[in-house]
């Protein structure tokens, strides 16, 4: 009878997951194929099966711009979301997102810096071959890193995570009232340049770039999935998973860990992007009613990387030479998503 029911439930995810990835594939295409200049979806197939397009300017436009940005697109949603769920369940919370811990804060404050002290510096990375889209990234990933080695140190030595949570939130206030203190004192150009970064963009990574994005982020999300179980546990409360033999120090440093790599990376490259990754979660639980991470993994995996190309197809503004900040449009869907969440439960149950 366990058995029967077991294998009904494996089945009826298999479809899921089946009937997702399908809808990710068909989105994905969607997605490469929307733009100023049209693309039909036949010389789009040819391209992607590696036969020619007839038209070298297609050829150059898919191979430069759409493919890496859908790729893009598609890690990211799925870099969010994880982070998100992960937070979330960390800290039982249903606010907690994947910049909760200051990542997005501490990226911010060293592209501040880059930009408002040593954008000068470009100039050496430029003659060096490297370019001042990478001395961006690097300051970013600088600005995180050093985040996320105190959020780090402070997890070795606190045992509630509710102080953890206060922690991060302190280091993002800290981060943004020294970037509207570099603000105050800065040129308008350099303003500028820094509200264009905070916008957020899916298409700006070339391949040199994301052949160092990918990995980490394939990476990142292999390890989300292996941190299922001690998620699972910690949805009973950390005294319980405690008293089932589960180390908590160790495995909440890991998810931090592993939050910090992914929220980390994209922010790096891509910006912040605000909302994904608290409303996502909450999405993803309603629609397939699950909280076992074994299944709500993989869903938020393949559910973000959907949704983030449908918001990357409507800020291109289909028809028009228009690219709307990403940020604002994942902002716009995702406030009124969460406080609609807020409205209706109240209070949200996180245990299986």
């Known amino acids: 009878m366990i058995q029967d029911h077991l294998d009904a439930s494996y089945a009826k995810w298999s479809r899921v997951l089946l009937l997702l990835l399908l809808a990710l594939v068909v989105c994905f295409l969607l997605n490469v194929s929307l733009g100023s200049v049209h693309i039909t ?9 590696f036969r020619s ?10 191979s430069n ?3 890496p940005k859908a790729l893009t697109a598609l890690l990211v949603g799925s870099a969010l979301g994880v982070s998100g769920l992960q937070m979330q369940t960390l800290f039982r919370n249903p606010l907690a997102g994947p910049y909760v811990l200051g990542i997005s804060s501490g990226a911010g404050l060293g592209v501040a810096l880059a930009i408002f002290l040593g954008f000068s510096a470009g100039g050496f990375l430029e003659l060096s071959g490297i370019g001042r889209s990478w001395l961006l990234v690097i300051a970013a990933a600088f600005g995180s890193l050093t985040v996320l080695g105190i959020i780090s140190l402070a997890a070795q030595r606190l045992k509630d995570s509710v ?6 939130l302190m280091f993002g206030a800290t981060s943004g009232a020294i970037v509207s203190i570099l603000q105050f004192f800065s040129q308008a150009e350099n303003i500028q340049a820094y509200v ?7 298409g700006s990574l070339s391949w040199t770039e ?10 990142g999300l292999s390890a989300s999935i292996l941190l299922s179980k001690p998620l699972n546990t910690l949805l009973l409360g950390e005294n319980y998973a405690v ?9 909440r440093l890991f998810i931090i860990l592993n939050t910090a790599v992914l929220a980390g990376t994209v922010t790096a490259f891509c910006g912040p992007i605000a909302f994904f990754g608290i409303a996502l979660p909450h999405l993803t639980r309603m629609l397939f009613n699950t909280t076992n991470h074994l299944m709500l993994t993989p869903l938020v995996i393949l559910f973000g990387s959907i949704l983030m190309l449908i918001f990357d197809g409507i800020a291109q503004l289909p028809g028009t030479e228009i690219t709307l900040p990403i940020n604002a449009v994942t902002a716009l869907f995702g406030a009124p998503f969460v406080i609609y969440i807020l409205l209706k439960k109240k209070t949200l149950n996180y245990r299986s």
């Open 196 to 202: 264009i970064w905070s916008f957020g963009s899916l």
């Open 163 to 168: 102080t953890l949570l206060i922690i991060g």
């Open 243 to 251: 008293s089932l033999g589960l180390n908590l120090k160790r495995n």
């Open 210 to 219: 994301l052949s160092v994005f990918i990995p980490i982020l394939v990476l």
């Open 65 to 67: 711009f759409r493919i």
């Open 41 to 49: 979806l036949e010389a789009l197939l040819n391209y992607l099966t």
């Open 53 to 62: 397009t007839g038209n070298n300017s297609w050829n150059l436009i898919l």
